[in-house]
């Protein structure tokens, strides 16, 4: 594919003068009437939290012993035993079962705290809004009140409403641990600290019991020290004491078991197996010759026409945004659709010359057609999976409008 030349006349051509926007598409002032329409929909929603649809008879292996272990503890904490809380490392590669088994375990213990008309014990959460949606659960800032930078300290209010939140709970299921770094897992056991009574405050994660799920194989954490690095840091700043306060809180963990069963997806074909067969020896730094062809058999410009179609409209993964833009204006300029370009509206002194980083990714502007893939770059609503990386599609209807 050659990459379009000269496209930074795309919103300027004929095509895109000439065409009637205003006619065809929402104006600003109507846009800035439906700046609220997300936060009221959200107020509106009624957001049923239904019990996950499992076999726990499916349930095997390491996988059956952890369901059994957590059921039995909370069968003794209803019966006033008043156990020991339960602190599991649970390792997993992809398709060993984590999802299922969280799954199981909300479905049981929301039944039987239901026989008793209690709330669900069980609080679900990830560290990002995707992975969060995909185990029904919430973001670790979100659940946890905990800002994504700046001062951590709550006011009396949110103090009181985080305590709310947590009043039923007695297990924290914690998964895609991977992303997970030592300063965020100590802000994690310092929040839970403030959120369970005060008797309780001296122990790890306010004395709850947590599950801690995921692979470190996976992505890493992003400008934090992985969990599985033990190593002491030197130093007096706040920065290295939260590093060390969660390295303290991660050795607390007192149990590791691996699931260690790959569950066959139904359906798989034998291409599909042999893949994830390739994903895992990568995983594990054992790259065979096999793997080198299998990959090899999948370049682009060797696969068949009818296979290189399918192809046309999928995502692509680049090393740089360089390559990203490219790319999009590539697409852009081949659609022979009218392009329009939507500037940013600025708010507060100096924000039209801040940086895209220091504005979160936010471009000063926008390039748009059409039938154009857009993706939610921050958590909009986890509940409904409009979370970042989820992807859309620009149509009008005869209005425009995003369908996610």
């Known amino acids: ?87 599991i490392n649970i390792d997993g590669t992809a398709g060993t079962g984590k999802s299922y088994l969280i799954d199981a375990l909300t479905k049981a213990l929301t039944e039987m705290a239901g026989e008793r008309c209690q709330s669900c014990p069980i609080l679900r959460v990830a560290p990002t809004g995707i992975a969060a949606f995909n185990i029904h659960g919430s973001t670790l800032h979100q659940a946890l009140s905990i800002p994504i930078r700046g001062n951590t300290r709550l006011n009396p209010q949110q103090l009181l409403v985080l305590q709310g939140r947590l009043k039923p709970i007695n297990y924290i299921i914690l998964d895609e641990k991977s992303m997970v770094g030592r300063n965020l897992f100590s802000k994690v056991d310092s929040r839970l600290r403030d959120g369970f009574p005060a008797d309780r405050r001296g122990e790890y994660f306010g004395g709850c019991s947590l599950l801690l799920l995921g692979d470190f194989g996976q992505l890493p954490p992003v400008a934090d020290t992985a969990l599985f690095d033990l190593g002491l840091r030197d130093g007096s700043s706040d920065s290295v004491l939260e590093s060390n306060k969660g390295r303290n809180a991660y050795l607390s963990l007192t149990e590791s078991i691996t699931l260690n069963r790959i569950m066959r ?23 065979s010759d096999e793997d080198v062809e299998l990959l090899n058999s999948r370049l682009l410009d060797d696969l068949s026409p009818e296979e ?75 509940a409904q999976g409009l979370t970042n990386g989820t992807m859309g599609v620009i149509g009008t209807l005869p209005n425009p409008l995003i369908v996610f």
């Open 1 to 87: 594919m050659q990459l379009i030349q000269g496209h930074s006349q795309l919103g300027k051509r004929d095509i895109d003068r000439d065409f009637d926007w205003h006619h065809n598409y929402t104006t600003v002032e109507d846009l800035r009437h439906r700046e609220s329409y997300l936060e009221s929909k959200k107020r509106l929603a009624i957001i049923h939290e239904d019990i996950p649809d499992v076999d726990i008879a499916n349930l095997v292996n390491n996988q059956r012993r952890i369901f059994l272990r957590v059921v039995d503890h909370y069968r003794r904490t209803l019966a006033g035993e008043n156990p020991a809380p339960l602190r």
């Open 265 to 287: 997806q139904r359906g798989e074909g034998e291409n599909a197996r042999r893949f994830r067969e390739l994903l895992e020896d990568f995983r594990k730094n054992e790259v």
């Open 308 to 382: 290189r179609t399918a192809f046309d409209d999928a995502l692509c993964l680049c090393p740089t945004n360089a390559l990203v833009d490219d790319l999009n204006h590539y697409r852009l300029g081949a659609s022979n659709k009218p392009v329009v370009i939507v500037p940013a509206m600025h708010t507060g002194r100096g924000a039209s010359k801040e940086s895209e980083e220091n504005a979160e990714g936010l471009q000063k502007r926008l390039l748009l057609i059409e039938g154009a893939k857009v993706m939610l770059t921050r958590n909009l609503w986890t």
